[in-house]
T-cell receptor
């Protein structure tokens, strides 16, 4: 069974540009989470999807970030326009049923650098 | 606010036992998880405690005391490949994880 995949693995963009990150969860996992790790800080929650619905987006930094999960499969996270402080590693994780959502399966992350 | 405290670095030798402590202060709590991360890659799940007590999985054990808002990860018979970052994380409502800053474990020969 394939794990969680993320694309791209690295992205370097200029301040003011737009970047879209993609996450493909494990097939059949209804729960999808986005996290971010800014250099030197802890991994921070951004938002949570259950199927195609946003369950919790309390961690989204501001309205420059837009996440979607059309059809309840893969998810995208768009940053528009990107700012310097958006640099970091963006992780996606998926989990199966509610009862076992204590274990989340993480992707390898997208390392975003905003210059 | 919500915070988890864990040591930033721990060093031990091969074959030894090491304990990584975690204290937490969060507005919601469903359980305490531990994740391992090698070289900044994908964090991988190690253990989860929802109730007080010790959970053992091979060389790794995890303990939780909800009354003390405290837990630890115990690694026995350390191997070089155990060198990694270890994160404690509180599971909050909806399953979202609130992470500590991570403990960098270095295992020396």
């Amino acid at each position: 069974e394939a794990g969680v995949t993320q694309f791209p693995s690295h992205s370097v963009i200029e301040k003011g540009q737009t970047v879209t990150l993609r996450c493909d969860p494990i097939s059949g996992h209804d729960n999808l989470y986005w996290y971010r790790r800014v250099m030197g800080k802890e991994i921070k929650f951004l938002l949570h999807f259950v199927k195609e619905s946003k369950q919790d987006e309390s961690g989204m930094p501001n309205n420059r970030f837009l996440a979607e999960r059309t059809g309840g499969t893969y998810s995208t996270l768009k940053v528009q326009p990107a700012e310097l402080e958006d640099s970091g590693v963006y992780f996606c994780a998926s989990a199966a049923e509610r009862i076992s959502y204590n274990e989340q399966f993480f992707g390898p992350g997208t390392r975003l650098t905003v210059l | 606010g919500q915070s988890l405290e864990q040591p930033s670095e721990v060093t031990a030798v091969e074959g030894a036992i090491v304990q990584i402590n975690c204290t937490y202060q969060t507005s919601g709590f469903y359980g305490l998880s531990w994740y391992q991360q090698h070289d900044g890659g994908a964090p991988t799940f190690l253990s989860y405690n929802a109730l007080d007590g010790l959970e053992e999985t091979g060389r790794f054990s995890s303990f939780l005391s909800r009354s003390d808002s405290y837990g630890y990860l115990l690694l026995q018979e350390l191997q070089m490949k155990d060198s990694a970052s270890y994160f404690c994380a509180v599971t909050n409502q909806g399953g979202k994880l609130i992470f500590g800053q991570g403990t960098e474990l270095s295992v020396k020969p």
